[in-house]
Every structure is written in C-alpha cells, then in structure tokens.
T-cell receptor, first 113, second 112 residues
C-alpha cells in the first residue's frame, strides 16, 4: 500500500517562527501536493511539484514556500508563521499521468499562537 | 473557474438505510472525478475514481456514477453502517489542468 507520512500530527508554534512541515512518500510518485483545510473553506492547494527541484504555485501560495530536493520528500515552509496559518495541512502524492488516484497523509494540525 | 458543490452538507440516517450523496460541477470538461472519505482529524482516503469516459464505478457497497454532460455525480452507499460515518468529498480533475478541485464535503452520520 502507498504510504504518505507527515512528520508531525500536531504542532504548536509562535508567531514569527520559521516552520517546516515534512512529507515523505514511499511509492516513487512523481507528483506531490500540499493542501490546507479549514472549516467552511474546504481544501485549498498551496503548492505542488511534478518532479525533483520543480514546484508550482497553487491557489494560495502567499506566505509559504516549498522544497523538493529528493523525489520522495516534499517540504512545506512557513517563513514567518502567522496566526492565520493555523490550519490542518495535508500532503498528497500520485503517479503520472495526473489522472491517477491521489494518496493523502494523515495531516498536521498546526496551531500558531 | 471550476466549482464543485456537494449537497447536502450534512446527513444523518439510521443504520441499514441506502443513501445517496450528490456532487455537481460547473465545467463539464473534466478528465475524471474522485470520491474521498475523511475521518475526523485524519487525511483523505480515495474511494472511487471515475474516468470521464466511464459512467460508474463500484467497490463493495459503494457505487459512484458520473453524468459529465449535466455536471453531476452521485455516491450511493448501500445498507449503511455506523462505520460509514465520515465526511465524503468529491473532486474533479479538469481538462487542461493538472490539479483537483474539491467540494466541501458531506458529513454523514449513521446511527445504530
């Protein structure tokens, strides 16, 4: 079975801190995605990547950056965390073509105080 | 811009009932549609994927249909069980794009 692992289930950070959210998949998937999920707003795409060292902005990239140095790992970076970035963050991966199933990690609930 | 709507937002049924969840989308030019399940505080699990050329997909007690021309999909759950309680989301992959557009989900509660 495909496994998408997010490094933390719960994270509490202070405003202004630099935050790293890590995601690792074990199925050699080319495509990886970062979403955030908020009540009433649903899932929103932050960034995605179709290959190592490649990244594309999603719908809400402001305040975030990403890194994909290795195929299996896709990191989301909050350069200076703010309270409006408190959210559930979900990582996902899939193999090309893009029409294939999307596999999600368990999520990281981030609270920024 | 593609928009995906799921109705109802919440549904409560007694155990054993058959039920239908609805998903509609505004742009019929899609590659496929996926139905996901999400348990509270967890990630999403893909249940069924229907390609644009298909009319339906089945997995166990779940059956998903797709009517691309009318911009609608339904997820049918037969003989519902308390373990089916979760939020169900649909998502479409748009032609010419490479990312999914999600609905906001239907929260299902199946009571024993």
């Amino acid at each position: 079975d495909v496994k998408v692992t997010q490094s933390s289930r719960y994270l509490v950070k202070r405003t202004g801190e630099k935050v790293f959210l890590e995601c690792v998949q074990d199925m050699d998937h080319e495509n990886m995605f970062w979403y955030r999920q908020d009540p009433g707003l649903g899932l929103r795409l932050i960034y995605f990547s179709y290959d190592v060292k490649m990244k594309e902005k999603g719908d809400i990239p402001e305040g975030y950056s990403v890194s994909r140095e290795k195929k299996e790992r896709f990191s989301l970076i909050l350069e200076s965390a703010s309270t409006n970035q408190t959210s559930m963050y979900l990582c996902a991966s899939s193999s090309p073509p893009a029409e294939e199933k999307l596999f999600f990690g368990s999520g990281t609930q981030l609270s920024v105080l | 811009k593609q928009e995906v709507t799921q109705i109802p937002a919440a549904l409560s049924v007694p155990e054993g009932e058959n039920l239908v969840l609805n998903c509609s989308f505004t742009d019929s030019a899609i590659y496929n549609l996926q139905w996901f399940r999400q348990d509270p505080g967890k990630g999403l699990t893909s249940l069924l994927l229907i390609q644009s050329s298909q009319r339906e997909q089945t997995s166990g007690r779940l059956n998903a249909s797709l009517d691309k021309s009318s911009g609608r999909s339904t997820l049918y759950i037969a003989a519902s069980q308390p373990g089916d309680s979760a939020t169900y989301l649909c998502a479409v992959l748009n032609s010419g794009y490479s990312t999914l557009t999600f609905g906001k989900g239907t929260m299902l509660l199946v009571s024993p």
